[in-house]
């Protein structure tokens, strides 16, 4: 009798090892054809080319977004890399993009500059008749980030705190709760950046403006 019941609980003890050796099997032969089905199809499956969706800052029109920027003469400017997003340099040296607009045929308007004066990084964002174009408020912020990057010596967890601020001052110029000062905003004091949304009182611009106004440390020239 007791030899049998010694046999019965080898039985029941070896049924569930059974089971789960079975199942383990079962999924590891189940994921190896899976793995063998997947790269199959991996091969099978032609891969799409990758397309460029990258917008360059000056470049609104979508035709010209897909177009290279045109060929220039090699420059030993502080803002050359500008060219890369499609701005020319003028005969001022001052780095500028033009934009079409789109209500009238054949009418461009200055929608970016950038310039250095006396050590300071001015760089401003035009609004045409009081008013930011489609995509500008969005363009402008990338714009003046982009400069911030470049020339300013900021932290990481200082950029992002600075491209809020931006953010905002845009947003609010775009409701009109910000009307054209000569006043200065202080977004980053470390580096004494300003921003400020002005009239243009002097030179062929006319209208308002959101400006960025940067020191250049020595480092950053």
């Not at 003469?73 to 789109?102: I, M």
Request: proline share 5%; hydrophobic share 35%.
């Amino acid at each position: 009798m007791n030899i049998i019941v010694r046999l019965f609980r080898v039985l029941v003890l070896q049924v569930p090892l059974l089971a789960t050796t079975f199942s383990f099997a079962a999924i590891s032969s189940l994921l190896d054809a899976t793995q063998m089905v997947g790269s199959a199809n991996a091969q099978q499956t032609p891969i799409a080319p990758q397309q460029r969706t990258t917008q360059r800052i000056c470049s609104v029109d979508p035709v010209e977004d897909l177009l290279p920027p045109p060929t220039s003469k090699p420059s030993n400017s502080l803002l050359s890399y500008l060219a890369e997003q499609g701005f020319t340099q003028n005969q001022e040296g001052s780095w500028v993009c033009y934009a079409n607009d789109p209500k009238k045929e054949g009418r461009y308007f200055t929608l970016f500059k950038v310039q250095e004066i006396n050590g300071r990084l001015i760089g401003s964002s035009f609004l045409d008749e009081g008013s930011l174009i489609e995509g500008q408020s969005n363009r402008s912020l990338d714009f003046f980030m982009m400069l911030i990057e470049r020339h300013m010596n900021a932290s990481q967890e200082n950029r992002q705190g600075i491209r809020r601020y931006l953010q905002a001052f845009i947003s609010l110029v775009e409701q009109g709760k910000i009307k054209p000062t000569r006043r200065g905003f202080l977004f980053d004091q470390p580096n004494r950046g300003l921003v400020l949304y002005h009239t243009l009182s002097s030179g062929s611009l006319k209208g308002t403006a959101i400006t960025v106004n940067i020191y250049l440390p020595k480092n950053k020239t």
